[in-house]
């Protein structure tokens, strides 16, 4: 069983469409990173959180740390969303474990 | 201020060939982590340098291994390449601690 479960694993949408991505991990952590993957294999880093929720622009991110859960949402969804999100987990050292990704598409 | 650069971009390898792979960090960055990206799968940790010594190393074999240089760019090196090690190659690099990791661009290797 991997350490950091994500899902959906594919999701689609139409523009403008409430998008919600969820990350559950199994034992405590210090950082959970969410990351934005493009086709050609760039990623770019979303968020980093230890507690509660941030945002930035349309994206939301949100932490349970009780329940070992979290949330990536984003809002009015665009065709530029469109790309593979990744939850990532860290302990007390840089090193980052990773989901298998959530590939989302969003339609026009 | 300069962002995580790799190369090369792409590369194609035999089986049992050496490969190095290079990663300049992010300006002020001590810290670098390398990373291989099956397709279709989430990165997996390969090890991660800080101010040039080893500072963890994920479920990799010997012939994975790695340098830090003063300036704290880095290089993967793999020795007697196998099919299975075709992938995309990430560095990223961070302040160290539990500071963001920002990624470069991937190598992407092919071994035939």
């Known amino acids: 069983k991997n350490e950091v479960e994500q899902s959906p694993q594919n999701l689609t949408a139409q523009e403008g469409e409430f998008i919600t991505i969820n990350c559950s991990y199994s034992?405590?952590?210090?950082?959970l990173h969410w990351l934005q993957q493009h086709p050609g294999g760039g990623i770019v880093s979303l968020f980093m959180?230890?507690?509660g929720k941030k945002k930035h622009g349309r994206l939301i991110a949100t932490i349970n740390i009780q329940e070992k859960h979290s949330s990536l949402h984003i809002t009015a969804s665009h065709p530029r969303d469109s790309a593979v999100y990744i939850c990532?987990?860290?302990?007390?050292?840089?090193?980052?474990?990773f989901g298998t990704g959530t590939r989302l598409q969003v339609f026009p | 201020e300069t962002g995580v650069t790799q190369s090369p971009t792409h590369l194609i390898k035999t089986r049992g060939q050496q490969v190095t792979l290079r990663c300049s960090s992010q300006?002020?960055?001590?810290?670098v982590s390398w990373y291989q990206q099956a397709l279709g799968q989430g990165p997996q940790f390969i090890f991660q340098?800080?101010?040039?010594?080893?500072?963890g190393r994920g479920n990799f074999p010997p012939r994975f291994s790695g340098l830090q240089f003063p300036n704290y760019s880095s290089e993967l090196n793999v020795n007697a390449l196998e099919l299975d090690d075709s992938a995309l190659y990430l560095c990223?690099?961070?302040?160290?601690?539990?500071?963001?990791?920002?990624f470069g661009p991937g190598t992407r290797l092919l071994v035939l």
């Open positions: 959180l230890s507690s």
């Open positions: 034992v405590g952590i210090s950082a």
């Open positions: 990532a987990v860290g302990y007390n050292t840089d090193k980052l474990i």
């Open positions: 340098y800080y101010r040039e010594e080893e500072n």
């Open positions: 990223a690099s961070s302040r160290g601690g539990q500071e963001t990791q920002y």
């Open positions: 300006s002020g960055h001590n810290t």
